[in-house]
């Protein structure tokens, strides 16, 4: 009779802790999206324990260094071992900042294909909580600027400049319609009278916006008046909603949640 070797394999990679789910009693699935392999899937065995040396390390959120084995006889990774290198101390005290936040995590653990590395869309990833981590009052803007990177760092590049259908350019400082499903702005001599509806205008200001975002361009505060920030969360809701419902498969639970917490009253959360 003979043996066949299985071949395990070791490796560390830089990730973010997307999600874990139980695995019988006291073992642990994590969802990590790294900087090397994109998003994989890593067993913890004995992570529910309370002595256990991973506990605490791997919590949503977290950037971790994590030193993991791979066998040929499965997809799943198993820890050895893991250290945090990174957390957003802030805004995990903050309610709104939380929820929103949240956006991220879901958007690369739902819509992100697995073991497809994509070391741009991590570090945009990293940066965008970052910012959210030092000025957790403006996190619905930085989230939204998140999801305009990364619909381009996933493929669904919006032209904010060009008409879709005819190529012409924007002027700079007009508004023009915006249609995510015709692949951006669409002029007025394009738009059938169905789409020329007034509440898909959308303001100069908001495109400009829009367009530095996905091209991740970083907005520093000082570079944006409040007032454009707000008609921006507000505007380019409808855009993002359309987005993840045209190109994805749906839109993602925590972007409902984020508008929700915005619009209630309840939602206004200091430290
Ligand atoms: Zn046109």
């Not at 032209?159 to 995510?180: M, Y």
Request: glycine residues 6%; proline residues 5%.
């Amino acid at each position: 009779m003979t043996m066949t070797a299985v071949h395990t394999q070791a490796v560390s990679v830089q990730g973010l802790v997307l999600r874990r789910s139980p695995l019988g009693e006291s073992d642990q699935i994590f969802t990590l999206f790294t900087y090397e392999l994109g998003k994989i899937k890593a067993a913890a065995r004995g992570s529910l324990k309370p002595k256990n040396p991973l506990r605490g390390i791997l919590e949503p959120f977290h950037q971790v260094q994590a030193h993991l084995v791979h066998s040929d006889r499965s997809s799943l990774y198993r820890f050895q071992s893991a250290e945090v290198i990174g957390r957003p101390s802030t805004f995990l005290n903050h309610l709104t900042a939380l929820h929103t936040a949240y956006l991220v995590l879901e958007c690369l653990d739902r819509y992100c294909e697995p073991e497809n590395a994509n070391p741009e869309l991590y570090e945009a990833t990293i940066a965008a909580l970052g910012q959210v981590n030092r000025e957790p009052d403006r996190a619905g803007y930085f989230i939204r600027c998140f999801c305009f990177r990364f619909f381009t760092l996933s493929g669904y590049a919006m032209d904010w400049h060009h008409c879709a259908r005819c190529n012409r350019q924007r002027p700079p400082d007009r508004s023009a319609f915006c249609l995510p499903a015709a692949g951006g702005v669409v002029c007025s001599s394009c738009a059938s009278p169905d789409e020329a509806r007034k509440e898909w205008i959308v303001e100069s200001d908001v495109l400009a916006l829009a367009s530095r975002a996905a091209a991740g361009e970083s907005i520093r505060s000082e570079t944006v008046d409040q007032q454009t920030e707000s008609i921006f969360e507000r505007r380019s809701d409808r855009l993002i909603r359309e987005i993840f419902s045209h190109y994805l498969d749906g839109i993602p639970r925590s972007l409902l949640m984020m508008e929700k917490l915005e619009t209630s009253p309840d939602g206004e959360n200091s430290e």
